[in-house]
């Protein structure tokens, strides 16, 4: 079994910034992909960053220049770095991860981490 944690949510002035984290834990053989997605009220959920096990990246667009992923393969862990938060950022954030095992892969999600912007 394989848990991802995530952390770093909160409250901020629009301006601002924030750190998400996520650790993935268990019987992880290899990660591949990890990303995160957000999901507004009303709203479907939708990719904001993802990041190959290569560290190839992959933005959407209203978030381009603004926030940067990065892992830790060593600790299978992968950030998001946000920056210049707006309030149309406010969801609750969910990391995301590609899990290789013998054979086959399988996609695991975080509990999610509630980011709210305020004007």
């Known amino acids: 079994q394989v848990q991802l944690v995530a952390s770093g949510g909160g409250l901020v002035q629009a301006g601002g910034s924030l750190r998400l984290s996520c650790a993935a834990s268990g019987s992880v053989f290899s990660i591949d992909a990890m990303g995160w997605y957000r999901q507004a009220p009303g709203k479907q959920r939708e990719m904001v960053a993802v990041i190959t096990s290569g560290g190839s990246t992959n933005y959407e667009d209203s978030v381009k220049g603004r926030f940067t992923i990065s892992r830790d393969n060593a600790k299978n862990t992968v950030y998001l770095q946000m920056n210049s938060l707006k309030p149309e950022d406010t969801a609750v954030y969910y990391c995301?991860?590609?899990?290789?095992?013998?054979?086959?892969?399988?996609?695991?999600w975080g509990q999610g981490t509630q980011v709210t912007v305020s004007s």
């Open positions: 995301n991860a590609d899990v290789g095992f013998p054979g086959s892969n399988v996609k695991y």
